[in-house]
């Protein structure tokens, strides 16, 4: 008698552990991300700069994804998804201990450098595990895994979050950035040195951890995902643009990755003006502000796990684009209403994002085959939207008031089209258009 397959297992291989194992890399990554986030204005104060100058981080952070992306995929496709793996928790440990070193400078680049190197890292993870996690088990329920995996990601982000707060940003100097402007040159060395030693701490902690996990996914036996490459990488790459749902769906993912930023990034800027205009000091506004983009992860995440369950009954293309449509109304809502309303708005746009990533994922993906590799790194090279639309997004916070609304509502016009270029491609493949 045929054994019968389950979630976890697929024509007699259990991927129980491994699924395990590799889920759990998605929570670390998750992490990096969004204790990240928050950096924008951390480096913005202790380095008294602007706001457009501090999202240098995430054009550091993203640009190490787009970089590595095409290099991870040659490299898995030389060796195995347990190489690229092991090869992304490396350069994500050495990163996160550039930081000593970072620090020790008193500079902003070697941080950038430190991201930098950490992200070719986690660009080396995505690339490998989300088509792994693809290949684990039934093709049939390919998606709705990806989505299971995708959902321990907040999690992850959720930790980043709660560091970010409560170790970071609550415990750097409380001094605002006006009279940081204004203190003497050794003084404000001194506050700055002072700042660098309290935020690098979870960096290094975080490096220990990937550590432990290397040497957990190094002894651990993994499955072999068998898949004979007979086309060459310029054959792979042709016939990969030669595919409408796919090339398409790599613009989808940069657009998505954008929103993603912008709106996690730019909540603290959203809230700390409301709640500044109710008379709270710059430090107090912050850490309440980041308390509402904890609550927008805490939903992002609930809301990935009930998507993932919805996905038994209704096809991806279409959630993809209500969820799209959802996004579009919240985000007009973050822009035109003024004060509390507002920002509800921005925190319930997560709830309309938390099934993009894993979604447009997966259907660009789809039957891929032998080519699944090098679409995996299409993809990853499309977080590039999160390095490039956050500083444009700055570009305008920074110029204070534009058409006599503040700039940071105006801003959020950029997430807006972000999501109607995401819901135009839901549509477009649920009517099989491509």
């Not at 950035?177 to 060395?189: D, G, H, K, Y």
């Not at 998507?307 to 035109?336: D, H, R, S």
């Not at 319930?348 to 990533?357: G, I, P, R």
């Not at 972000?418 to 009517?431: E, N, S, T």
Request: proline share 4%; glycine share 8%; aromatic share 14%.
């Amino acid at each position: 008698m045929k054994e019968k397959n389950s979630f976890f297992k697929y024509e007699g291989v259990n991927y129980l552990l491994p699924f395990i194992l590799i889920t759990a890399c998605f929570a670390l990554w998750g992490f990096a991300n969004d204790i990240t986030n928050p950096m924008v204005k951390a480096f913005s104060k202790i380095f008294r700069m602007s706001v457009t100058q501090g999202t240098l981080t995430q054009v550091a952070f993203y640009g190490g994804y787009f970089a590595m992306a095409l290099p991870a995929a040659i490299f898995i496709r030389r060796f195995t998804y347990k190489s690229g793996i092991l090869m992304g928790l490396g350069l994500y440990a050495a990163g996160a201990f550039l930081f000593i070193a970072a620090r020790s400078t008193g500079s902003y680049t070697p941080f950038l450098i430190a991201y930098f190197i950490l992200t070719c890292g986690l660009s080396f993870l995505e690339t490998s595990a989300n088509p792994y996690i693809l290949a684990m088990g039934d093709p049939a329920t390919a998606t709705r895994r990806l989505n299971f995996a995708q959902s321990f990601n907040p999690i992850g982000s959720l930790c980043g979050m709660f560091v970010a707060m409560n170790f970071i940003q609550a415990r750097l100097n409380p001094m605002d950035s006006a009279a940081r402007a204004n203190l003497p040159a050794a003084e404000f060395e001194a506050m700055k040195q002072a700042d660098l030693g309290i935020l690098i701490k979870p960096y290094v902690t975080i490096g220990i951890v990937i550590v432990v996990m290397f040497l957990l996914i190094l002894l651990v036996k993994m499955p072999k995902v068998k898949e004979e490459s007979t086309r060459s990488i310029g054959g792979s790459l042709k016939h990969l643009l030669g595919i409408p749902r796919y090339r398409e769906g790599v613009l989808a993912q940069f657009f998505y990755v954008g929103v993603q930023i912008m709106s996690w990034t730019f909540i603290i800027q959203y809230g700390t003006r409301i709640f500044m205009e109710r008379g709270m000091s710059e430090i107090d506004a912050e850490v309440l502000s980041q308390k509402y983009n904890i609550a927008a992860m805490i939903i992002f995440c609930c809301s990935r796990f009930i998507c993932t369950y919805l996905m038994k009954y209704f096809k991806p293309g279409k959630m993809l684009y209500c969820f799209a449509f959802a996004g579009i109304a919240c985000t007009l809502g973050v822009i035109f209403l003024q004060g509390i309303a507002g920002l509800y708005c921005l925190v319930a746009v997560s709830a309309c994002m938390s099934l993009m990533f894993p979604t447009i994922y997966g259907i660009a993906l789809d039957g891929l085959g032998e080519d699944a590799k090098f679409g995996a790194a299409g993809l990853i090279m499309a977080i590039l939207g999160g390095s490039v639309l956050p500083p444009l997004q700055a570009l305008v916070i920074d110029k204070g008031t534009v058409m006599g609304m503040p700039a940071v509502n105006v801003s959020f016009f950029l997430p807006m089209l972000c999501f109607v270029i995401i819901a135009l491609y839901g549509l477009r493949v649920h009517r099989k258009r491509i």
